[in-house]
Nanobody, 115 residues
């Protein structure tokens, strides 16, 4: 079992920045991929960014050049640095981790981009 605790969401003006964190605990030795998803009201959950155990990353086209995902394996934590935020980035952001037998989701953290 893996437990995830997210932090860092909030209200920010367009053009601003936020940094999300997701700390994993429990059977963290088995984690091989970590990611951030988001879900806006009335829309399906979508992948924002993913990082593998080897450090490879992939991003949704809508956030390329603005968001950066990183992980600290010593702390079992994944981060999402979000810059140049737009109103369309408003959503609940969820942390996700993949282990060999299962996947786990965080509880979600609200990000609101508004003036």
């Amino acid at each position: 079992q893996v437990q995830l605790v997210e932090s860092g969401g909030g209200l920010v003006q367009p053009g601003g920045s936020l940094r999300l964190s997701c700390a994993a605990s429990g059977s963290t030795f088995s984690i091989y991929a970590m990611a951030w998803y988001r879900q806006a009201p009335g829309k399906q959950r979508e992948l924002v960014a993913v990082v593998t155990g080897g450090g490879s990353t992939n991003y949704a086209d809508s956030v390329k050049g603005r968001f950066a995902i990183s992980r600290d394996n010593a702390k079992n934590t994944v981060y999402l640095q979000m810059n140049s935020l737009k109103p369309e980035d408003t959503a609940v952001y969820y942390c996700w981790v993949r282990t060999a037998p299962a996947e786990y989701w965080g509880q979600g953290t609200q990000v609101t981009v508004s003036s």
